[in-house]
Antibody, heavy 114, light 107 residues
C-alpha cells in the first residue's frame, strides 16, 4: 500500500522559514514525478513545485525564489523548504504524484501569522 | 504560466441528471489535461487523465473530452456521492496548474 505522510506544518511568524517533509512508503519517490500542492482555507488547489525523476525542478511564480523542493533518496522523503513566509502562504500543504498513479498525502497545515 | 479557467463556478444539478463542466487553457496543453474530484475534508482524487482516460476505479458515468484549449468533464447521471468540487489540471514539461474549481451542488 502506498502512503505519503506530510509533516512539519505549524504556526510561524511572517518572514520565517519552515521545512515540510513527505515520507513515502510503497512508492519510490526518485522513480516518480513528485509535487507539492497547497490549499488555502476555503480556496482551491494551487500547484507549487515538481521534482522530476531526473532531478529537474519547476516552481509556480508565486513561490519561485522562496521555496525549494528536494528529496532524500536514502530516506525516500520529499521536502519543501519554505523561506520568507507570508500570511498568504497559510494553507494545507500536500505532497502528491499528480500522475496516472495518483497518490496524495493527508496534508499538513502551515499557518503564517504574528 | 498556463492559466486554467473553469466554468461555471457553481453548478446546481438534480440527482440522475447530466452535469457538464468546462475548462479552458490560456494556451494549448495538447492532451495533457486531468480532472480531480475533491470532497470536503479530503485530499483530491484523480478522475481523468490524458483528457479522456478514466483513472483506476472511476465509474463509466465520468467522461472527459476536448483538445488544445477547451475541455469538458461530463457526469452522465449524477449520484449523491458525486456532489463535490471538481478541478481541471494541465501538466507539461515545465510544471502544472489547476483551474479554480467548479462546485457541483444538489439542486
Amino acid at each position: 500500500e502506498v502512503q505519503l505522510v506530510e509533516s512539519g506544518g505549524r504556526l510561524i511568524q511572517p518572514g520565517g522559514s519552515l521545512r515540510l517533509s513527505c515520507a513515502a512508503s510503497g512508492l519510490t519517490i526518485s522513480n516518480n514525478y513528485m509535487s507539492w500542492v497547497r490549499q488555502a482555507p476555503g480556496k482551491g488547489l494551487e500547484w507549487l513545485s515538481v521534482l522530476y525523476r531526473g532531478g529537474s525542478t519547476y516552481y509556480a511564480d508565486s513561490v519561485k525564489g522562496r521555496f525549494i523542493i528536494s528529496r532524500d533518496i536514502s530516506n525516500n522523503t520529499l521536502y519543501l523548504q519554505m523561506n520568507s513566509l507570508r500570511a498568504e502562504d497559510t494553507a494545507v500543504y500536500y505532497c502528491a504524484t499528480l500522475s496516472s498513479f495518483d497518490y496524495w498525502g493527508q496534508g499538513t497545515l502551515v499557518t503564517v501569522s504574528s | 504560466d498556463i492559466v486554467m479557467t473553469q466554468s461555471p463556478a457553481t453548478l446546481s444539478v438534480s440527482p440522475g441528471e447530466r452535469a457538464t463542466l468546462s475548462c479552458r487553457a490560456s494556451q494549448s496543453v495538447g492532451n495533457k489535461l486531468a480532472w480531480y474530484q475533491q470532497k470536503r475534508g479530503q485530499a483530491p482524487r484523480l478522475l481523468i487523465y490524458g483528457v479522456s482516460t478514466r483513472a483506476t476505479g472511476i465509474p463509466a458515468r465520468f467522461s472527459g473530452s476536448g483538445s488544445g484549449t477547451e475541455f469538458t468533464l461530463t457526469i452522465s447521471s449524477l449520484q449523491s456521492e458525486d456532489f463535490a468540487v471538481y478541478y481541471c489540471q494541465q501538466y507539461n514539461n515545465w510544471g502544472y496548474s489547476f483551474g479554480q474549481g467548479t462546485k457541483l451542488e444538489i439542486k
